[in-house]
């Protein structure tokens, strides 16, 4: 079964071939699918023999090959004297000991997609209300197969499926990681050399991607480094004591940045301010 729950195209063959051989009654069903220009048949119901294994009709030869390119249903109530169709499957056929054979075109938006075929092992008479049923299981096939198509197109068409989140970090490793991504804040803001600190700036910016799902809401807000590494402390839990023993700043000067910072993020509170920096993707 596929994805959206359609049996594929042989297991639709194969049922419609039972179908077939139940519903007319006749002995013998089998049929195939048209692939690379020749159906092939690979559904065999009520057989005897293996002569039809592996049969292989190209179109316009055999009764199946001229209903095929016909689009039309084709009978032989007497296959072997036959003179209405070519000869080229008399082994597989007759092989198998089949007289009379009756053979339906799967016609699909007025493309041959198929044959289906039934009979029996001595000539008999066919009747309308046999042929009615073998054209009656040939379009229910059919309309299988356009749903198919339908469903198949309508696939195609539709938008690609948003790509999966990242796997989650557990909750110890990110708690580390916002610790590792503080520390290098502070180091950061200590270091003079511009080169050095453009790649600790990198190495940050890694840091707070490795947290983040796909759920990052980016917003136009821009904070100072100083509000960053404030709020960076304050993810970790810190008070403004502890925020200001870290980064070396008066206690007033840190609750400055935080105002600011939470001013900036359009939050009422710390935690609110760095749960919406986190969602923009601005903290890990």
Not at 1 to 13: F, Q
Not at 117 to 129: D, Q, V
């Amino acid at each position: 079964m596929s994805a959206v729950g359609l049996a594929s195209e042989d297991d639709l063959m194969t049922r419609a071939v039972g179908d077939l051989a139940t519903r007319t009654g006749l002995p013998v069903a089998f049929g195939g699918f048209e692939r690379d220009g020749a159906i092939d048949v690979k559904s065999v119901v009520g057989n005897r023999t293996s002569s039809l294994a592996g049969l292989v009709v190209q179109p316009t030869r055999g009764l199946g090959g001229r209903a095929f390119v016909e689009r039309r249903p084709r009978l032989a109530l007497d296959y072997r004297s036959s003179r209405n169709i070519t000869h080229d499957y008399d082994r597989a056929v007759l092989g198998e000991g089949i007289s009379t054979l009756f053979a339906v075109p799967v016609v699909v938006a007025g493309t041959a997609r198929g044959v289906l075929y039934c009979g029996s092992w001595s000539r008999s008479p066919f009747g309308e209300s046999t042929a009615r049923t073998a054209l009656q299981v040939a379009s229910d096939l059919a309309t299988e197969l356009r749903v198919r198509d339908e469903v198949g197109r309508r696939l195609r068409l539709a938008p690609p499926p948003p790509p999966a989140p990242s796997p989650g970090l557990d909750v110890a490793a990110r708690e580390g990681l916002r610790k590792a991504y503080a520390e290098l804040r502070r180091i950061g803001a200590e270091v003079g050399d511009p080169g050095i600190r453009r790649r600790l700036a990198d190495i940050e910016s890694r840091l707070a991607a490795l947290s983040q799902g796909a759920e990052i809401e980016p917003i136009d807000v821009r904070l100072s480094p100083r509000e960053t590494d404030v709020l960076a402390c304050a993810a970790l839990g810190q008070t403004n004591a502890e925020i200001a023993a870290t980064l070396t700043l008066r206690e007033g000067t840190v609750k400055s940045y935080l105002q600011s910072a939470m001013a900036k993020l359009d939050a009422s509170t710390r935690h609110a301010a760095v749960t919406k920096a986190r969602r923009a993707g601005l903290l890990p």
